[in-house]
T-cell receptor, first 110, second 110 residues
Framework: EDQVTQSPEALRLQEGESSSLNCSYT??????LFWYRQDPGKGPEFLFT???AGEEKEKERLKATLTKKESFLHITAPKPEDSATYLC???????????FGQGTRLTINP | NAGVTQTPKFQVLKTGQSMTLQCAQD?????MYWYRQDPGMGLRLIYY???????DKGEVPNGYNVSRLNKREFSLRLESAAPSQTSVYFC?????????FGPGTRLLVL
């Protein structure tokens, strides 16, 4: 069964303190690994898609990387506005069905 | 473009009542999806529609029905609401590989 696990469940950092979020996946034939940001009371907002091991993508203070078993979302010198829940999802099989992890709730204190 | 829109934003139902959640997208996407999001459970797929005229069950379809009214609209119906259906419901659409989400409908079943 396809499975996506995120860790930690929650992470509290000081402004400027870099860290990484982990997404481990077990899917048959990965066709894409997606990262989303979700603010309270809103829908998930697309950040990145990674397709193959070794691929990296960056956006402002965020960088996503992918290996054959996991993906990392690295946050460099975060700011309070980076506080959100970060979701990862794996695409396996047809019809664009995504399997989501439970998310990591990130809090950046000023 | 409004992207993906959902109505209503919030609804309270009594057990046994019925209601329809509406979703529309203006991005000319072929595929549309309904998810529910519960604390600690992540996003779980209820139903999806790969193209106009087709619908398929996702991970948690029991107690729900869907209608793909046309290419733009995909509705989710609860025929007899139960307290276990209290959740936040998200609609999403995709044309290629990335799913774009609506703002969500918060449903409380008493």
């Amino acid at each position: 069964e396809d499975q996506v696990t995120q860790s930690p469940e929650a992470l509290r950092l000081q402004e400027g303190e870099s860290s990484s979020l982990n997404c481990s996946y077990t899917v048959s034939g990965l066709r894409g690994l997606f990262w989303y940001r979700q603010d309270p009371g809103k829908g998930p907002e697309f950040l990145f898609t990674l397709y193959s091991a070794g691929e990296e993508k960056e956006k402002e203070r965020l960088k996503a990387t992918l290996t054959k078993k996991e993906s990392f979302l690295h946050i460099t010198a975060p700011k309070p506005e980076d506080s959100a829940t970060y979701l990862c999802a794996a695409h396996s099989g047809g019809a664009q069905k995504l399997v989501f992890g439970q998310g990591t709730r990130l809090t950046i204190n000023p | 473009n409004a992207g993906v829109t959902q109505t209503p934003k919030f609804q309270v139902l009594k057990t046994g009542q019925s209601m329809t959640l509406q979703c529309a997208q203006d991005m000319n996407h072929n595929s549309m999806y309904w998810y529910r999001q519960d604390p600690g459970m992540g996003l779980r797929l209820i139903y999806y529609s790969a193209s106009e005229g087709t619908t398929d069950k996702g991970e948690v379809p029991n107690g729900y029905n869907v209608s793909r009214l046309n290419k733009r609209e995909f509705s989710l119906r609860l025929e007899s609401a139960a307290p276990s259906q209290t959740s936040v419901y998200f609609c999403a659409s995709t044309a290629a590989k990335t799913q774009y989400f609506g703002p969500g409908t918060r449903l409380l079943v008493l």
